[in-house]
């Protein structure tokens, strides 16, 4: 069928919420653009003229394909080798989606895509579709195909998981950029007690090299092994400088809402560590230092103006 220009202009209107949507359900930027586009192939071979509510359609079309990879996806991360953390979105990126409430940035957080890798593919979609886009139970059980009410019990039980998995972490952007620049103070001291004191007594540090790049396969638990890592990951050396590539720059910034360090080499990405800070302390880093995860934060980088390394490790 060949769309009309309305027609198109329709589905490029919808676009935006489709990528937000499709990124939270792969955790995955690159995948998302692809399941938006076999949506957009779904949509051209349709019988456009019948479709009442092309927004609904869409979304399921979309959620369907998502759902497919999905299944996939957990087939493929029992073998993925060490860590999987999601590709990171850096601030700015209108993948983020909307950023209106607390629920809705936590719902692209590192933290929580990393925790709905635990949920079932229904509560992963019931879970995004109700808490990061107000979707209303009846339009969720429609693109489903349940009722309304095993909906609303997926969701809560969905959601029970998410928070017994986590900690808020809103906090004010002001104190967040404090607590980043004391951290960087602290790893650069080649002392680990000023660590220690920044982070919660549970603190973790996991790594996604994906095969591709050294990477510890297990995380580094506990405020003292997290301080003692991140000491010797910031204390400049040949050995750092060889697993570089080079002299690298660090720059304080934001990935999926939350503060991050962004680590590049000649204008290259090749590692996005998102920092959860609580009111304790930080309680987590999580890096992504995967190259095939960072070509879309590389490109990014590229494109826009962030000034002056807080660090540069020659």
């Not at 919808?14 to 949506?39: C, F, H, N």
């Not at 920092?275 to 302390?281: N, R, S, V, Y």
Request: hydrophobic content about 45%; some cysteine.
């Amino acid at each position: 069928m060949v769309l009309t220009g309305n027609q198109i202009d329709l589905f490029e209107a919808s676009m935006p919420r489709l990528k937000a949507i499709a990124y939270r359900l792969l955790g995955s930027a690159s995948d998302a653009e692809d399941a938006v586009q076999d949506t957009f192939l779904r949509w051209q071979s349709a019988d456009v003229d019948r479709i009442e509510v092309p927004e609904a359609w869409l979304t399921k079309a979309l959620t369907n394909l998502c759902l497919n990879q999905l299944t996939s996806a957990r087939a493929r991360r029992e073998t993925y080798v060490g860590q999987w953390l999601p590709e990171p979105l850096l601030a700015g990126d209108p993948m983020l989606g909307p950023a209106d409430t607390v629920e809705q940035r936590e719902s692209v957080s590192f933290a929580v895509l990393a925790l709905m890798e635990r949920l079932s593919p229904n509560e992963r979609v019931v879970y995004v579709l109700r808490e990061a886009f107000g979707y209303p139970h009846r339009r969720i059980a429609e693109i489903l195909d349940i009722t309304e009410a095993s909906g609303q019990q997926i969701f809560h039980r969905a959601k029970k998981h998410i928070a017994d998995g986590r900690t808020r972490t809103e906090i004010d952007e002001a104190a967040a950029r404090q607590i980043v620049d004391e951290f960087l103070t602290a790893a650069t001291s080649g002392r680990t007690e000023p660590l220690v004191r920044l982070l919660t007594a549970d603190a973790v540090a996991i790594g996604d090299g994906g095969g591709k790049v050294p990477a510890r396969t297990r995380p580094f638990e506990g405020a003292v092994a997290v301080a003692k890592f991140m000491r010797s990951l910031f204390t400049p050396n040949q050995a750092a400088r060889n697993l570089l590539g080079g002299s690298a720059e660090i720059h304080v910034s934001y990935a999926n809402g939350l503060p991050a360090l962004v680590v590049t080499v000649d204008g290259r990405v090749i590692g996005v560590m998102c920092l959860e800070i609580t009111a304790d302390g930080i309680a987590a880093f999580r890096n992504q230092a995967n190259p095939d995860k960072l070509e879309r934060a590389t490109r990014q980088w590229a494109a826009t103006d962030h000034g002056e390394p807080a660090l540069r490790i020659n």
